[in-house]
């Protein structure tokens, strides 16, 4: 009969051990843009026991994709739910509210990509303008800088990084993943001012994240510091380059950042792992003060 129980206690052990976490729900909305003229689908991420009536407002995350994808590529390539539910559930990440804006399509050269203000395209304005106060609203989430962050990988991973940059008073922590932060090696003077690749092309080059660094004067580099910057980039990744000159001007300018280079290239593989210590980065700065 001991072996029985004893048994029988192992088991239950066991069983809470491999207990599954508690899900979030994973939902598609859209905004109407007055700035872009037009709908933008977004993904919104709702951690299990979601309370729209609570009464402090949750943690929000931006999470951004890259080029040639859409809001979706986060989840359907990144498995983003999967992660945020098993680090919420054991305690690493807070419970937040993840927003996956759409910001493109893979016909490059026909469909807008990007997050900057472009001729014809104001993005940037679209973004803090209406889907922030809406999505925050929404949701009962964000509010301040001490409950917003903002992330994603490639084009996203620069578009985050230019965005604490022109915005570090709305942002506690921005988790550049493999980012695409100038274009100065890239000629694309072949391609048509009509061609939307060669737009955001330039795009990239005109908001550089290596040269905003370079050339902030010492109250911007303050308003910087208030800001808990990652960078992280596989040592295959053909914009490794890029990481490494942002990350020594950032030293060189007293601005404190975080920076990992892991085995991997340019790839989902790698971003699904990012993304499993970007969430925690970002639990740890909400509610800082700076």
């Known amino acids: 009969m001991k072996k029985i129980l004893l048994m029988a206690l192992l088991l239950s052990c066991l069983t809470a051990c491999v207990r599954p976490a508690a899900s979030g729900e994973l939902r598609t909305c859209s905004i109407h843009s007055d700035i872009l003229g037009e709908d933008v689908p977004y993904n919104v991420y709702l951690p299990a026991g979601f309370d729209r009536e609570r009464e402090t407002p949750y943690p929000i995350?931006?999470?951004?994709?890259?080029?040639?994808?859409?809001?979706?590529?986060?989840?359907?390539?990144g498995h983003m739910k999967s992660v945020a539910d098993s680090l919420i559930a054991n305690g690493e990440?807070?419970?937040?509210?993840?927003?996956?804006?759409?910001?493109?399509?893979?016909d490059v050269h026909q469909t807008w990509?990007?997050?900057?203000?472009?001729?014809?395209?104001?993005?940037?304005?679209f973004f803090f303008n209406e889907l922030m106060p809406s999505a925050e609203s929404?949701?009962?989430?964000?509010?301040?800088?001490?409950?917003?962050?903002v992330m994603g990988l490639s084009m996203g991973g620069g578009g985050s990084t230019v965005y604490a940059q022109r915005h570090p008073d709305m942002f506690s922590s921005c988790y550049a993943m493999s980012p695409w932060l100038d274009n100065d090696n890239n000629d694309v003077g072949s391609l048509s001012d009509e061609d939307k690749f060669g737009i955001i092309c330039r795009s990239v080059h005109e908001h550089s994240a290596i040269d905003f660094v370079t050339n902030a004067g010492e109250p911007t580099l303050k308003r910087l510091r208030g800001v808990k910057w990652f960078i992280d980039c596989g040592d295959d990744d053909f914009l490794l380059h890029l990481t490494f000159r942002f990350y020594?001007?950032?030293r060189m300018h007293d601005v404190p950042a975080e920076l990992r280079v892991r085995?991997?290239?340019?790839?989902?593989?790698?971003?699904?792992a990012a993304l499993k210590t970007a969430l925690p980065f970002a639990t740890a700065g909400f509610g800082s003060p700076e």
């Open 138 to 149: 929404t949701f009962n989430a964000g509010g301040d800088k001490s409950r917003r962050a």
């Open 248 to 250: 020594t001007e950032m």
């Open 263 to 272: 085995d991997g290239v340019h790839n989902w593989i790698y971003w699904n």
């Open 113 to 125: 990509n990007g997050y900057f203000n472009m001729p014809g395209h104001n993005y940037e304005d």
């Open 61 to 77: 995350v931006y999470l951004l994709h890259g080029l040639t994808d859409t809001y979706e590529a986060w989840e359907a390539n």
């Open 93 to 106: 990440a807070a419970a937040m509210v993840i927003v996956m804006p759409n910001a493109g399509g893979p």
